[in-house]
């Protein structure tokens, strides 16, 4: 149950990442800008707690930098840049939504690099999660807004570039702590948005201190708190398992606008936050029910 939670725990700080990118976004920083921001700072905040707590976690074999730099460059820098972009060209609802798509690439994808079994409940519990987030984020039920087609094809592509993180990490998570691989990835991805964006030119908009929260608390909650409680998750259960519970996190956005951005909940998505919550509790109740038959079979053996 514990690592539910904790898996949990990470997609609830990503869900507060609306409250981080807004100012920047307001003092005209633009998308790939922010995803450089996010990257940059929160790949210092990670080397510095290595080097002050976990040096000897730092040490790697050269052949899995691969995987560092695969989840770093295609799955990170990509997925938010592809996830600020959809939202910047049309509203926060369609990018949350398309983004979602997500568990079901990790399950397809987990299938045919994994071999994960693609179970009925696995199945309904993504079915449940998907319909819920459209609930919630008003897509359905009537769904009749007009997406252009470039727009709709880069939040698909933001879906699956975030499957792709559990797909090139999960390999190594056998080896690795949680914070090695997070700083790893973030190392290239810094690396790879320090060489490809304009931040650097716009040092001269740090003189704000909201940028500096900001960029802070994106870096510190939504992004290190966020990545490293997911893939302590990720280490213990399967891909599509801990993508299922980290859709848990348009939840917690909407009920960020609605306690502090004065947002009202419609009785359509509070049915959205059950059916995401139930597809949850359709992934937990398996295991818990398979824990408690195994205990009783050994004490039946003694």
């Not at 919550?277 to 004490?299: C, M, N, P, W």
Request: charged share 15%.
């Amino acid at each position: 149950m514990k690592t539910y939670v904790i898996t949990i725990a990470g997609a609830v700080c990503w869900g507060l990442i609306g409250l981080f990118i807004a100012p920047l976004y307001a003092r005209g920083f633009t998308a790939w800008d922010v995803v450089a921001i996010r990257g940059i700072f929160s790949f210092v905040f990670l080397f510095v707690i290595m080097m002050l707590f976990f040096r000897d976690q730092l040490r790697t074999r050269i052949k899995d930098h691969v995987f560092f730099a695969s989840a770093g460059i295609f799955s990170l820098a990509l997925f938010n840049y592809l996830y600020f972009e959809v939202f910047s060209r049309s509203s926060l609802s369609l990018a949350v939504t398309l983004l979602y798509t997500g568990p079901l690439f990790v399950m397809i994808l987990s299938r045919i690099f994994f071999k994960e079994l693609l179970t009925a409940r696995k199945g309904l519990a993504l079915v449940f999660a998907i319909v819920g987030c459209a609930f919630v984020v008003g897509l359905l039920p009537l769904g009749s807004q007009t997406i252009p087609s470039k727009t709709l094809l880069m939040g698909i592509l933001s879906g699956f570039c975030y499957a792709l993180y559990s797909v090139f990490t999960k390999p190594i998570t056998k080896r690795y702590s949680a914070l090695t691989i997070t700083t790893y990835t973030f190392l290239y991805m810094a690396l790879f948005m320090s060489l490809t964006s304009n931040v650097w030119r716009k040092v001269a908009k740090f003189q704000y201190v909201d940028v500096w929260i900001a960029a802070l608390l994106l870096a510190l909650i939504s992004t290190v708190a966020a990545y490293v409680l997911y893939t302590s998750g990720l280490k213990y259960l399967e891909a599509g398992k801990a993508s299922i519970l980290a859709t848990i996190e348009p939840i917690v956005a909407v009920l960020v606008g609605v306690l502090f951005l004065g947002d009202q909940l419609l009785p359509l998505q509070i049915l959205g936050i059950a059916l995401v919550l139930y597809s949850a509790v359709l992934i937990v109740g398996k295991q818990v029910k398979s824990k408690s038959f195994d205990k009783r079979e050994r004490t039946f053996e003694k």
